[in-house]
């Protein structure tokens, strides 16, 4: 805990870009002063990358971005998307299949339709741009860099506590997974507190039968608008 004596701790959150994130990873970003994209990290097939899941009429149906098999062996910064397919426009037209019968879809849609006319290379680019984006919806103002922008070396906790020191962060907020392999004595060495976020969030109106909590943040955003913040962060 941080001592209630000291002066406000700048507090930094640190997460691979990931594909239109769920809301949890944009209250890490909100509680942040400084939130890094940790980009310059071994890549993760099958995970957030490249892929999200949003509610249909006939369910929950993930949107993946193909990426190119021979550059997933390296870091996030350098995977390369695979244009072969026309994966945008297909995703535009499911999520306008899927939401343009919501509440606020006309909100976006032109943001969406330029996002998704856009030919995007690099998967990092489009996932950075995108949480970018979103976070000016949702009205977020923490300053966000990359990783790759810092010059660190090692791997896990070595390269958070790195972030960390080059930063000035005095308390990094780390998803609860992250728990598996973070080592705290690390962060105590140089006087860095670890806070572990918790995912507890209120249901809001949403389409297509049952509530599912662990979707992208777009399918909050097409139904709530401007009142999205309160299902996400403690207004």
């Avoid at 406000?8 to 239109?20: N, T, V």
Wanted: include cysteine; proline fraction near 5%; charged fraction near 25%.
């Amino acid at each position: 805990m941080i001592d209630s004596n000291m002066q406000k701790p700048l507090i930094l959150g640190c997460i691979q870009p990931s594909y239109i994130p769920w809301r949890g990873y944009f209250h890490i970003i909100q509680r942040s002063d400084i939130f890094v994209f940790h980009d310059d990290i071994q890549y993760t097939k099958q995970d957030w990358r490249n892929r999200n899941r949003i509610k249909t009429p006939n369910g929950s149906q993930w949107l993946t971005v193909p990426v190119r098999h021979d550059t997933i062996s390296g870091d996030i910064k350098d995977v390369i998307i695979d244009n072969s397919s026309p994966w945008a426009i297909k995703h535009l037209h499911l999520i306008e299949l899927s939401y343009h019968k919501s509440p606020y879809y006309y909100r976006y849609r032109d943001f969406f339709h330029d996002v998704y006319n856009k030919r995007w290379e690099n998967l990092a680019d489009l996932d950075i741009y995108l949480v970018e984006q979103i976070c000016y919806f949702l009205r977020i103002n923490t300053k966000l860099i990359r990783s790759s922008e810092l010059g660190i070396t090692g791997k896990k906790t070595d390269r958070l506590v790195q972030i960390c020191k080059i930063l000035g962060a005095n308390l990094y907020i780390s998803g609860p997974a992250a728990k598996a392999y973070i080592e705290m004595e690390k962060f105590d060495s140089i006087g860095v507190c670890v806070e572990y976020q918790t995912y507890e969030y209120p249901n809001y109106p949403q389409l297509h039968g049952a509530f599912d909590p662990f979707l992208s943040v777009i399918d909050l955003l097409f139904n709530c608008e401007d009142d999205s913040p309160r299902y996400i962060f403690d207004l």
